[in-house]
């Protein structure tokens, strides 16, 4: 589980910000909206927690610290060669900031135990690496690297808990590869369960992915299995989108099926394939038969909705962390709330799976979060800074969504008034008249006037 994330320097994060997941000690929807974690010593954590703020404030580039993390230990040892640039960006508005590393820490759990990784680099390599892990609520300080900047050295430590051959892998740790990385490619199986976390366990989705392409036919390959087949069904029935069946019928890619200006290598690939094709059910509403749609015809909403499915279940059913990025996108605030509160529920979310999105819905302040769960980002001198809701200390009842629309907690878009240029006529060029502006009453008596006068 996630308990805490720091980022530094990074993108328009200049100064450290942090998010946690950690419950206050109101008792505010305590048993529905929180949870005792396993490991020992750890504060009782949130099931989720949602971050709103106006565009261009940095919601987005929170989302992406944690997908840079994660793909950094995925693929730093493996998918990297000596010398390839890392793919981090520091704050650029500061010339100091913009040659510094840019550093992530984050606090979580796995498999009853806590532990607390972090590292700092610039696009050409890793500057520090540590993990401190906390079997039995213990502190113990397993590695620290830190790249002297004066030498360029490295300077390792390795605790008294560590195991394995501290040499041989630090040797085989190039500069751009984390020792996490490296050290579980060489078969370490101390760090396996902290590599495990970030590669199965957290699923970080940044905006700009077309869920529908990505997740369409995971959610459909599921939908073949008769039971996983009736819980989607369920899910959307639950989100009451009239949907009464769904189906999955197996066909095979066609010349027919792809546009005329498809690849020609590419369609050789796909021709013959299969594919998976979803039909919904509607009840008639005189016969009360079931008719069937064409997934297709269904509204991007419910498409997105199907297409979350899958993974929604996925990590419910196994107790990931899921963060992603405008989770509104195409979803009504009704459906927004019913994912949500999927998380909130025992019945639904046994395992503790949590979830971090950000969005613009302001309507969701009103629903069933904690005054901990919410988030607001906002820009102070081009610089993104992140605090939660519970810094306000809001009265129970108070009406959150208004407060915040009235400016209460900041986070606001800052509109600047448009000057308007106003163009003077040309005297030698006179507006043709059928083009100038009606007339007041009284002008235009004004104007009879003038004529007759002139007549006379």
Request: neutral net charge; aromatic residues 10%; contains cysteine.
């Given at each position: ?417 448009r000057r308007i240029r106003v163009v003077r006529p040309d005297p030698e060029h006179p507006r043709h008249p059928e083009k100038e502006p009606p007339r007041s009453r009284v002008s235009q008596a004004r104007r009879r006037r003038s004529d007759a006068s002139d007549t006379e």
């Amino acid at each position: 589980m996630l308990i805490e994330f720091s980022v530094t320097n990074f993108r328009s994060i200049k100064d450290t910000q942090v998010l946690s997941m950690v419950a206050s000690s109101s008792k505010e929807r305590w048993e529905a909206n929180t949870f005792a974690p396993n490991s020992p010593s750890t504060p009782r954590l949130l099931h989720s927690a949602m971050v709103l703020g106006p565009n261009a404030s940095g919601k987005s580039n929170l989302v992406k610290a944690l997908y840079s993390v994660a793909h950094l230990v995925e693929h730093s040892a493996s998918g990297k060669q000596r010398g390839d640039r890392l793919d981090l960006q520091p704050f650029r508005l500061a010339a100091k900031a913009a040659q510094a590393p840019s550093e992530f820490e984050i606090v979580f759990e796995q498999s009853s135990v806590r532990y607390q990784y972090g590292f700092s680099a610039t696009a050409e390599g890793i500057r520090e690496e540590w993990l401190i892990a906390f079997p039995e609520g213990r502190s113990q300080r397993w590695f620290a690297r830190t790249v002297d900047p004066a030498s360029e050295k490295t300077d390792w430590y390795f605790g008294p808990a560590f195991k394995g051959p501290k040499k041989t892998l630090s040797e085989a740790t190039r500069p751009n590869a984390l020792f996490l990385s490296t050290a579980v490619q060489l078969n370490n199986q101390q760090l396996q369960p902290v590599f495990d976390w970030f590669v199965d366990r957290l699923r970080a989705v940044p905006a700009g992915r077309d869920f529908t392409m990505h997740f369409d036919s995971y959610t459909a390959t599921r939908c073949r299995k008769k039971d996983d087949r009736a819980r989607v069904l369920e899910f959307l029935k639950a989100a009451d989108l009239g949907i009464e069946g769904l189906s999955v019928e197996v066909a095979k890619w066609t010349a027919e099926d792809l546009p005329e200006d498809f690849p020609d290598d590419l369609a050789k690939q796909l021709v013959g394939k299969e594919r998976l094709e979803v039909y919904s059910q509607h009840r008639d509403l005189q016969s009360g038969e079931a008719i069937n749609f064409d997934f297709g015809d269904e509204s991007d909403g419910t498409r997105n909705l199907f297409s979350w499915a899958g993974p929604w279940l996925d990590v419910l059913d196994h107790g990931l962390v899921l963060v992603i990025d405008e989770l509104d996108t195409s979803l009504h605030p009704t459906l927004v709330r019913f994912l949500v509160n999927l998380f909130h529920s025992t019945d639904t979310n046994p395992y503790g799976a949590q979830l971090i999105c950000t969005t613009h819905d302001v309507t969701q302040l009103e629903g069933e979060l904690r005054r901990d769960q919410v988030w607001f980002v906002e820009k102070r001198q081009q610089q993104t800074h992140l605090y939660p809701l519970s810094d306000f200390r809001p009265r129970k009842q108070e009406a959150v969504g208004r407060g915040y629309l009235r400016g209460r907690y900041g986070a606001l878009p800052s509109p600047q008034p448009r000057r308007i240029r106003v163009v003077r006529p040309d005297p030698e060029h006179p507006r043709h008249p059928e083009k100038e502006p009606p007339r007041s009453r009284v002008s235009q008596a004004r104007r009879r006037r003038s004529d007759a006068s002139d007549t006379e």
